[in-house]
Every structure is written in structure tokens, then in C-alpha cells.
């Protein structure tokens, strides 16, 4: 059974830094991988997503990588402001059977940025 | 620009009592999904759909039935609420089942007394 961990589980950063948010999981074979955001009482809010057969992707301030092999991800932030504020998640998408691909997320890093 | 809409946001039932959660989407997905979120848990799977008038089992589905009649539409039902079944729930739905991003709703609240 697919697991998917994140460490930290909470992370606290003055404005302007740089910052790295890591995710593990045990078992390689998986099709792609997605880092979402989600605000308190929001739902998810897709930020990057890492097919099997690619290293890295990045969308302005953020830069996601994937070594599959070893079964990790990180997510990149550069300049970190208080709106970044927020819980970050990764989901695997790993191939379940009959047909079906499933997510399987992790716990989440809470980011606190302070101005 | 709605995307994916749940309603009711927020729910208080009595144990025992029945509900139908609604999850709408207007990007013509064709893949639709029912999640619980709890604490120290993440996002579980309960139920998912590949189409229109199809369903299937998830991780967590003890409990929940669902039904997709329309494309755009996939309900959520608990036939006798359980304080167990006390979650975040959220919907999301995504046009290919392996290789494009879900997109989830902002969930609905529901509280078991």
C-alpha cells in the first residue's frame, strides 16, 4: 500500500526566505505526482503537477521536483512572502487496479511566513 | 468560472439521521470523487466515478452511497449518520484519470451530534 510522508509537519520562516518542503513515498511506481495548497476552511488548490517521466516543474516562485526512484519530491519556494501562508500537500497517483489510478495524499507541511 | 461547487458548506446532523451531499462541476470532467479529510488522517478516498451512471468503491466507503445520473453532477449520501462520519468532505473531478490535476470544491463541514 502506497504511504506518503511530509516533513516538517509545520514550518515557521521569516519574508524573503528560501524554503524547501519535502515529501516521501514508499512505493516508485507511480504515474504522476501533485503538490496542492490549502488555505483554513478552503479546499485544494492544485499548484504543480509532476508526470512519472519528468524531473522538475515550476510555476513562477515554485519549483517542484520528482527523483522516483528514490521515492521523493520537494517543493521549492523562492522569496517566501506571508501570503504563502497556507497547508501544502502532495498526492501520488499510483495505478489501484480495474482500471482505477487513486491519490494518495500526505499529511501536509503547515507554512507559516512572518512579515 | 465556478469549477467544482459542493453544497451545503456546512451540516449538522443527528446520529441516525440521512443526507445527500451535492458536488457539481462545470468543466465537463468526466472523473468525479468524494474525499474525507480528518485530523492527523489526510484525504481518504470513499467513492469515486469514471462516467456518467457509473461508480466505484474508494478506501473509506463504509457507510456512503453515491450516484451519478449526470455528468456534471456526483451526490453523496449517509442512509444513518454515525458522530464517526463527523469530516471535512470534499469532491473533485479531473478530465483524464491518470494524467491531469483534480480539482476539488471548498468542502463541505458536516457535524454528527
Known amino acids: 500500500k502506497q504511504e506518503v510522508t511530509q516533513i516538517p509537519a509545520a514550518l515557521s520562516v521569516p519574508e524573503g526566505e528560501n524554503l524547501v518542503l519535502n515529501c516521501s513515498f514508499t512505493d516508485s511506481a507511480i504515474y504522476n505526482l501533485q503538490w496542492f495548497r490549502q488555505d483554513p476552511g478552503k479546499g485544494l488548490t492544485s499548484l504543480l503537477l509532476i508526470q512519472s517521466s519528468q524531473r522538475e516543474q515550476t510555476s513562477g516562485r515554485l519549483n517542484a521536483s520528482l527523483d522516483k526512484s528514490s521515492g521523493r519530491s520537494t517543493l521549492y519556494i523562492a522569496a517566501s512572502q506571508p501570503g504563502d501562508s497556507a497547508t501544502y500537500l502532495c498526492?501520488?497517483?499510483?495505478?489501484?487496479?480495474?482500471?482505477?489510478?487513486?491519490?494518495?495524499f500526505g499529511k501536509g507541511t503547515k507554512l507559516s511566513v512572518i512579515p | 468560472n465556478a469549477g467544482v461547487t459542493q453544497t451545503p458548506k456546512f451540516r449538522v446532523l443527528k446520529t441516525g439521521q440521512s443526507m445527500t451531499l451535492l458536488c457539481a462541476q462545470d468543466m465537463n470532467h468526466e472523473y468525479m470523487y468524494w474525499y474525507r479529510q480528518d485530523p492527523g488522517m489526510g484525504l481518504r478516498l470513499i467513492h469515486y466515478?469514471?462516467?456518467?451512471?457509473?461508480?466505484a468503491k474508494g478506501e473509506v466507503p463504509d457507510g456512503y452511497n453515491v450516484s451519478r445520473l449526470k455528468k456534471q453532477n456526483f451526490l453523496l449520501g449517509l442512509e444513518s449518520a454515525a458522530p464517526s462520519q463527523t469530516s471535512v468532505y470534499f469532491c473533485?473531478?479531473?478530465?483524464?484519470?491518470?494524467?491531469?490535476?483534480?480539482?476539488f470544491g471548498d468542502g463541505t463541514r458536516l457535524s454528527i451530534l
Open positions: 498526492a501520488v497517483r499510483s495505478y489501484s487496479g480495474a482500471g482505477s489510478y487513486q491519490l494518495t
Open positions: 473533485a473531478s479531473s478530465l483524464s484519470v491518470s494524467n491531469q490535476p483534480q480539482h
Open positions: 466515478s469514471v462516467g456518467e451512471g457509473t461508480t
